[in-house]
């Protein structure tokens, strides 16, 4: 959020009004929502919380919207730590960028990729 809020500060008013509109309509959806992408190998819960509190506050008062899906990228591996904050934070869905080879095999064969 760091960056795409810097970004929009230095928008005009006609394509902030135009942002805004594509996110209230649900043309424009941000998901995750923290203020930079976190580190999911953080040893600290407090400073995950403030990352995504950080960005989750600049949401709603421009936007006036909450994410509701998480976003692991695997910057340096996959964390349950997330999963439990995003749980924590209301999300509905998490996605994430790597799985296992023998298990992605194993839930391919078996169509079970999603996960409930």
Known sequence: MVFFSKWYDIQTPE???SVKKLIQNGQLEIINGG???GDE???N???MINNMMIGHQFLEKEFGVKPTIGWDI???GHSDTNNRLFSELGF???FF???DWDEKNDRNQKR???YL
């Open 41 to 43: 190998a953080d040893p």
């Open 45 to 47: 819960y407090e400073d």
């Open 74 to 76: 695997d910057t340096f």
């Open 112 to 114: 079970a990729l999603t």
């Open 15 to 17: 394509k902030k009004r």
């Open 92 to 94: 509905d869905a998490m």
């Open 35 to 37: 203020w930079v992408a």
């Open 97 to 99: 960028s790597r799985l």
